[in-house]
């Protein structure tokens, strides 16, 4: 008779959990940023068709990067609970909180589950409220861990490397413009190489509690994005006027002489500085 192949649990559950992490990593990185009138919505995504972000609720919205027929399903799961929770009670009774648990619960049990394999998914889902201490996202991992971001929050992909550039950056009640710039960029700083993301390659929304409708949740569409990146743009830095000498020479405009100057004897000067191998090139 055979012995039965036997897996511990904990070598179980750690490769679960790689496999998930491998598949979430192969993605592109998707951040939320909270601003001043609501929060903004911010990824990396190629397809005009097949969104990552998308309206839940009044004032709610959804975020996912990974496998898109797993988080597409969880969005729906979520646009139902919603609309019979507010059709059943109140439509102030749907709250991100209790969206956010249902989430949890639902990837947790997946998770857990020896039959079937974890969802390779990471999703958010926000609230607006009306001033920015009220406003609430929430963010969950393959494995049902259920986090209360604060700030900003950043998944898929590089996530870390575009976390510190954010977290570098990030500033309390910066405007619509601003942390699209610093969202835009941020993207562009998931590898060794620095990228300039078009507005084509990337997907925008954003929950804005000045709107006067009860549904806050607003795509922005490539031209408004154009606009207001090329409006956010930093000014290049001017450069020093130059004037030609009858030589031919091109030196930069100064009203001092240009004759050198000896350094004075009671100058100390510094010697050259030792190389450093460590500096990136």
Same mark, same amino acid.
Not at 148 to 167: I, L
Not at 217 to 245: G, M
């Given at each position: 008779m055979s012995v039965p192949f036997y897996v511990s649990p904990e070598q179980l559950m750690r490769d679960r959990a790689d496999f998930a992490r491998k598949g979430i990593a192969k993605g592109r990185s998707a951040i939320a940023l909270q601003y001043a009138d609501g929060i903004l919505f911010v990824a990396e995504n190629r397809s005009p068709a097949l969104h990552k972000v998308a309206e839940i609720y009044d004032r709610m919205a959804f975020a996912a990067v990974g496998r898109y027929n797993e988080f597409e399903n969880l969005r729906i799961a979520g646009v139902r609970l919603a609309d019979m929770r507010g059709y059943s009670y109140d439509r102030r009774d749907v709250t991100g909180r209790a969206l956010a648990n249902a989430y949890a619960q639902t990837l947790g049990a997946i998770f857990s589950s020896g039959g079937e394999k974890p969802l390779e998914v990471e999703i958010l889902v926000a609230e607006v409220g009306t001033s920015t201490a009220e406003d609430q996202i929430y963010? /969950? =991992?393959?494995?049902?861990?259920?986090?209360? !971001?604060?700030?900003?929050?950043?998944?898929? $992909?590089?996530?870390?490397? !575009?976390?510190?550039? !954010?977290?570098?950056?990030?500033?309390? $009640?910066?405007?619509?413009? $601003?942390? /699209?710039r610093l969202a835009v960029d941020a993207l562009g700083h998931d590898g060794t190489e620095v990228r300039q993301l078009t507005p084509d390659q990337i997907e925008v929304a954003v929950l804005d509690r000045t709107r006067t409708q009860v549904r806050k949740?607003?795509?922005?569409?490539? %031209? =408004? /994005?154009?606009?207001? /990146?090329? %409006?956010?743009?930093?000014? @290049? =830095?001017? =450069?020093?006027?130059? @004037?030609?000498?009858? $030589?031919g020479d091109a030196t930069p405009a100064s009203s001092a002489d240009d004759t050198p100057v000896a350094p004075a004897d009671d100058v100390p000067i510094a010697p050259p500085e030792e190389p450093d191998d460590n500096r990136p090139l």
């Open positions: 963010r /969950l =991992t393959y494995d049902g861990s259920i986090a209360d !971001v604060r700030g900003y929050a950043v998944m898929g $992909g590089p996530a870390e490397q !575009v976390a510190d550039y !954010v977290g570098e950056h990030f500033k309390e $009640g910066i405007s619509l413009a $601003g942390a /699209l949740f607003k795509r922005i569409s490539e %031209e =408004t /994005l154009a606009r207001i /990146l090329s %409006e956010s743009k930093p000014d @290049e =830095t001017p =450069t020093e006027p130059v @004037e030609a000498k009858p $030589g």
